[in-house]
């Protein structure tokens, strides 16, 4: 039976743990970094690449990859932003790490701020997420009354500050360029790429913006033989432990720590506890709302990046949102466009115009307006926003209409067929 | 306007960041929390002046943010998730019992100015559903029944 693997939970599931530095320290924290201090940041980075690490935060690109583009010698700062906007719905395992182990977070954006250069890095948080907040400026205001922020942290001479950044409530602040317009003190709209964040991020200078998980692996990977261990964790291409938040109908709900070869029938029969009050599964959303549905004939598979691409569906930010066989899917997916309708920032026209009239469409079949030649525009509508905006909000839009109408067509028939 | 608590923390703030207006987000969050919960054209008009930016890119700032109110919210503002997580597990009923009990709708103030209702996207605890947060806390694993007894609490 799967059980879960603690590398980023250790801490967590220890009963006696205390999440102050002390108690973080007493549980061999901020050995790593000290250990980081006495290597090149090139060699940090090249340590990263060799773990195989790819982002949490839902695009799973190499996390190493992504800091070896930062450029040296560019005479402006270089910043490394952590993105702790976690809005996806289904996503709930960074505000765990933040709550419950905030310094496992902050020693690994302290070696990610050495690796990229970085002197002031910035932890852009979801205004919601108060007691996370709470619990970031506490950790904070420990290591500087310690010394480990500040000029000299570990008699380094790496001068490095950090700054808990609080948004405002907007899912699209999530998305890495929409993100840095809105620390810079505007409204989070996304911005044309190319430009990438590494040649012209944050105020214009070199930036790396990482995922609150991703982040937090960094304290092991670094760590004495962290790289085969964490490899060893996944199938090749898909290293380390994963937090996934688990929702919907299965018994035990909740954010789990699992390598990258549990089976997805496992996780909710095993870890989940299977479904709830005795009914059947009949699909599930794999990797946030943004992933395309999957059916329960479908879930006896790997849950991770590359076996999930496999199958047209994606790994995303590792949140499983699991439903039943009482489900009913057309309002199922009611909800998720009009998450989308009202989370589309209105820059680009297929995004702003598409998120709304797929809303449309699905509302006129839930009022019993529905008709095949509905279903197919529906499916066009997606069709349209696939790969035509500035950033991937419409495309996240469009993959569950599309795999919706695909996977579960009678469940849309079914509003109007006996009319 | 701020008072002298606050207004050290406005500048600590200000001290942090390369330019004055990186800091606008965070400082009009203190504002809003100095005006108990929602932010007047006067105090726009005094961050902009801290942030050395025009009132209109302030006004463009408040409106695209959820968070941001420009009326008074209620004393307590019940602020219940209905995003995927939680309304697979009730949290649609939840927020139709909440009207219901308190005799408004979301968007809205209870006539005494006790209550608000806001219906909330995805909030970050959907293994924890149906979850809301009220004012600054979360409550995780609502009930119909614990919504019934909080309200009741709160009211009295
Ligand atoms: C619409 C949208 C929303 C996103 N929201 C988040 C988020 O809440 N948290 C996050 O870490 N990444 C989010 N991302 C991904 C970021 O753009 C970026 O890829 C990520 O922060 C990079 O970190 P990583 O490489 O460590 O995953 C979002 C992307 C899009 C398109
Ligand atoms: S959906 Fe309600 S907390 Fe995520």
Partial sequence: ?419 | MFSKEIQNQVNNLLSRYPFKQNALIPILLLAQKENNGWLTEEWMQHVADCCEVPLTHVEGVVTFYTMFRLKPPGKYHLQVCTCVPCCLVGGTELLEYTEKKLNTHAGYTTGDGLFSIEEMECIGACSYAPAMIVNEDYHEQVTIEKMGKLIDKLSK
């Fill in chain 1, 1 to 419: 039976m799967a059980e879960e693997t603690l590398v980023l939970f250790k801490n967590i599931r220890n009963p006696k743990y205390s999440k102050s530095l002390e108690g973080y320290k007493k549980a061999g924290g901020y050995h790593t970094l000290k250990k980081v201090f006495g290597m090149k940041p090139e060699e940090v980075v090249q340590t990263v690449k060799d773990s195989g690490v790819r982002g949490r935060g839902g695009a799973g690109f190499p996390t190493g990859l992504k800091w070896s583009f930062m450029p040296k010698g560019t005479g402006k700062p270089s910043y490394l932003i952590a993105n702790a906007d976690e809005s996806e719905p289904g996503t709930c395992k960074d505000r765990e790490l933040m709550l419950k182990d905030p310094h496992l977070f902050l020693e690994g954006m302290m070696i990610g701020c050495y690796a990229v250069g970085c002197h002031h890095g910035y932890i852009y948080i979801r205004g919601e997420f108060f007691p996370a907040i709470k619990s970031l400026n506490t950790a904070v205001e420990e290591l500087y009354a310690d010394g480990l922020l500040g000029p000299d942290p570990l008699g380094s001479g790496f001068h490095l500050d950090l700054t808990i950044h609080s948004g405002a409530g907007a899912y699209i602040c999530g998305e890495e360029s929409a993100l840095l317009d809105s620390l810079e003190g505007k409204r989070g709209q996304p911005r044309v790429k190319p430009p990438f964040p590494a040649v012209s991020g944050f105020n214009g200078c070199p930036t790396s913006v990482n995922n609150v998980e991703t982040l937090a692996c960094m304290p092991f990977i670094l760590g004495d033989d962290g790289v085969d261990a964490f490899k060893s964790f996944g199938p090749q291409n898909n290293s380390g432990t994963h937090l996934v938040s688990l929702s919907g109908h299965v018994k035990k709900p909740g954010v789990y720590e699992l390598r990258m070869d549990v089976n997805m029938k496992d996780i909710i029969y095993g870890i989940g506890g299977g479904i709830r009050n005795g009914k059947k599964l009949k699909g599930v959303i794999p990797g946030g709302s943004s992933s395309s549905v999957m059916t329960a004939d479908e879930v006896d598979v790997l849950y991770n990046f590359d076996e999930l691409a496999k199958i047209d569906t994606m790994l995303g930010s590792s949140a499983m949102m699991v439903f039943d066989e009482d489900t009913d899917v057309v309002q199922l997916l009611h909800r998720i466009t009009r998450f989308y309708a009202h989370e589309s920032c209105g820059q680009c026209t297929p995004c702003r115009e598409g998120t709304h009239w797929s809303r449309n469409i699905i509302r006129d079949f839930l009022n019993g307006n529905g008709s095949d030649e509905k279903l197919r525009r529906l499916d066009r509508v997606g069709g349209n926003m696939l790969g035509t905006t500035l950033c991937a909000l419409g495309d996240a839009a469009a993959l569950p209409i599309q795999s919706f109408v695909k996977k579960f067509p009678d469940d849309f028939r079914k509003y109007y067929a006996n009319k």
